[in-house]
């Protein structure tokens, strides 16, 4: 086989088969097919399509590229989590603490941020000394010590989509719907959980922007579940303004401890929360009762206990806790500015995508995948669409290491909070399930 014959066929509209799929996924794994080879043959993908046998083959060819996660120990009803990706996604933080609370088993592996999205693994890091890197063997006796462990996708897991999702970043090739639903599949079917709940982010900080592409999205997703025996449910939740108020990887953990001790919830976050985690319990065989899940989620945030599970995963992990009791303990940046409304009205839009750049731009994100990050840096805005707000209220605060970037961030913020006279309504969160 020849990887120039496959890139011409899929270049040429062709349809690959099994076999093409599999040499291209195992050569490229080995290094034996070169980054611009493999570049070629993504940009075909990315602009030809695939049919649905091809975006079968190319899941399981990444999923079996590695390691497979025997998590057979912890019962049939192992519940994972995606979420397709957004900017002020620190919903795992707030919400796999209360599920592992209740009795679910939690073995979480989740990525670091690329582009203008987050990454949890990044948002961990704000933690000092948080592990986040574990053998097999280390990670599932987390599990098994404290019903809990988040790490990162550091073990062999899906290799070929780690080497594929990197070039994809590269050559603006995220965005499509055969390569989002292997990627994310792939590793959902090498994570080892047999239930998973998808949360795919629709909206201009979503890599879906509509909720037609994210339907189609799902489609492939449901269909890949279902070959693969792995019951799955799609929640599309709206990604238009940024997730909660923080952007940035400390001020993100700030925010998802503060949900977990019910100091501080987001309305938006909570209802993703809530809604997300009620089908993962049901998904588990904790209740079938959706209400009466989210019920004892709440309960679980008022008596600590999820709190407490929380404290105990970053205790087992190596993390300073008493950073986490004393949040004020946290690295912060150098300079905290707020930026000031110039007019009245109301909210009308906040574009997620563009405070993600401007995170990014800041130090939040990597504009590649070598690049460090600054995890104190960021945005906290002080206001959501829907909001009244009056001229020299405070729209949003500049976390910032460099005092160049501040006027830079001022004006940008002053450009993407857009402000209208009439009243806004205030957006649905969750727009549907399948
Ligand atoms: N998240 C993933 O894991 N893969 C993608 O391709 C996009 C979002």
Do not use: W
């Amino acid at each position: 086989m020849n990887i120039l014959d496959i890139i011409a066929k899929k270049r040429d509209k062709g349809i690959l088969n099994k076999e093409e799929i599999e040499y291209f996924v195992k050569e490229y794994t080995k290094g034996t097919i070169t980054d611009y080879q493999a570049a070629a043959l993504i940009m075909a993908i990315y602009i030809n399509g695939m049919n649905e046998n091809e975006i079968t083959n190319l899941t399981l060819a990444m999923a079996y590229s590695g390691e497979i996660v025997d998590l057979s120990k912890f019962g049939n009803n192992v519940v994972d989590k995606h979420s397709t990706g957004g900017v002020g996604d620190k919903v795992s933080i707030a919400l796999l603490p209360i599920i592992a609370s209740l009795g679910v088993p939690v073995a979480k592996m989740s990525g670091r941020g690329l582009g203008f999205t987050g990454g949890t693994v990044d948002k961990f890091e704000a933690i000092p000394n948080y592990k986040t890197e574990f053998t097999m063997e280390e990670f599932i006796k987390n599990v098994e010590k404290t019903g809990i462990s988040m790490i990162s996708q550091s073990l062999d897991i899906a290799p070929a989509d780690k080497k594929i999702y990197a070039l994809r970043d590269t050559i603006s090739c995220v965005d499509s719907i055969p390569l989002i639903a292997s990627s994310i599949m792939s590793k959902k079917i090498a994570n080892g959980a047999n239930k998973i709940v998808l949360d795919v982010t629709v909206g201009l900080g979503a890599f879906m922007k509509n909720i037609k592409q994210a339907q189609e999205l799902a489609t492939e997703m449901l269909k890949i579940g279902k070959l693969s025996n792995r019951e799955t449910i799609c929640i599309f939740t709206n990604m238009n303004e940024p997730l909660g108020y923080a952007v940035g990887n400390t001020l993100e953990m700030i925010e998802a401890v503060k949900f977990l001790r019910g100091e501080e919830t987001p309305e938006d976050l909570k209802e993703v929360v809530l809604e997300l985690g009620s089908y993962m319990l049901k998904l588990a065989g904790k209740g079938d009762n959706l209400q009466e899940n989210k019920q004892r989620m709440l309960e679980n945030i008022r008596n600590q206990k999820a709190y407490n599970k929380f404290l105990q995963m970053v205790s087992n992990q190596g993390g300073d806790i008493s950073y986490i009791e004393d949040l004020s303990k946290l690295e912060k940046a150098k300079y905290i500015v707020p930026v000031y409304s110039i007019c009245d009205g109301y909210i009308e839009e906040i574009n997620a995508e563009d405070i993600g750049k401007l995170a990014c731009y800041l130090g939040a994100g990597r504009l590649k995948k070598e690049d460090s990050i600054q995890v104190s840096v960021g945005l906290v805005l002080n206001k959501k669409i829907s909001d009244i707000v009056k001229k020299g209220d405070v729209l949003a605060y500049v976390h910032s290491n460099d005092e160049k970037n501040l006027q830079y961030a001022t004006d940008r913020i002053l450009d993407i909070f857009k402000i209208s006279e009439a009243e806004i309504e205030k957006p649905k969160i969750l727009l549907g399930i399948m």
